[in-house]
Every structure is written in structure tokens, then in C-alpha cells.
């Protein structure tokens, strides 16, 4: 089992920036590939961003590719997700998952621990 914790959300305004982090514990942290998405009221999961257990590769959707950045400290177990020029159509409950697994990976369904996720409000 790999337990995951996501911090950093709250109400940022348009243009600002803001820095969410996952600690996971329970496993080997380096072992796994990590992903972000987000979910929005109303609207049903989306990918964000993932990153290759290393670190080594990264890939994003095209909506936030250019302004959020994924990163990951396997020392502190913990990956982040650096989000800049930041939009209302940002909002939503941001999650972290995992994935025992070597490639990059942007389903939802294909991830096998969930954080409980953060709230990300961006006001206009």
C-alpha cells in the first residue's frame, strides 16, 4: 500500500502562482510513477501532469503545459506541482496519484493510490 497527502491548495487570484506537494509513504517511493489531475464540479477527472519514477521524463495536458511544472524528491518522497500564470478555469480539487510502473501514464484509471486531494480556487 502506498498512502498519499496532498498540501499546498487555497484561493490564489489570476496570474499568481501556487505550489501543491504529495508525500507518499509505504513503499518505495522511487518505484513508482506519479500523476496529477484534477477535478472540477461537475466535470469528471483530468489528467494534469505525470513524471517517470526517476524523474527523468515529464508530460502535461496542453491546457496547463507552459505554466505548471512537475517535479519529485525521491529522498523526501514527495512529488510537486509548481503552478504558475494560474486561471480560474485552474479550479478544482487537485489529486496525486501513483503507479508501480516505469513509463508515464495520463488515464486516471491506470493509477493504483489516490491522495484525498486539495482544494485550488483561483478568483478573477
Known amino acids: 500500500q502506498v498512502q498519499l497527502v496532498e498540501s499546498g491548495g487555497g484561493l490564489v487570484q489570476a496570474g499568481g502562482s501556487l505550489r501543491l506537494s504529495c508525500g507518499a509513504s509505504?513503499?518505495?517511493?522511487?518505484?513508482?510513477?506519479m500523476g496529477w489531475f484534477r477535478q472540477a464540479p461537475g466535470k469528471e477527472r483530468e489528467f494534469v501532469a505525470t513524471?517517470?519514477?526517476?524523474?527523468?521524463?515529464?508530460g502535461y495536458a496542453d491546457s496547463v503545459k507552459g505554466r505548471f511544472t512537475v517535479s519529485r524528491d525521491n529522498a523526501k518522497n514527495t512529488v510537486y506541482l509548481q503552478m504558475n500564470s494560474v486561471k480560474p478555469e485552474d479550479t478544482a480539487v487537485y489529486y496525486c496519484?501513483?503507479?508501480?510502473?516505469?513509463?508515464?501514464?495520463?488515464?486516471?484509471?491506470?493509477?493504483?493510490?489516490w491522495g484525498q486531494g486539495t482544494q485550488v480556487t483561483v478568483s478573477s
Open positions: 496519484a501513483a503507479r508501480y510502473t516505469i513509463g508515464l501514464l495520463t488515464t486516471p484509471r491506470t493509477y493504483d493510490y
Open positions: 509505504g513503499r518505495t517511493f522511487s518505484d513508482y510513477a
Open positions: 513524471i517517470s519514477r526517476s524523474g527523468g521524463s515529464t
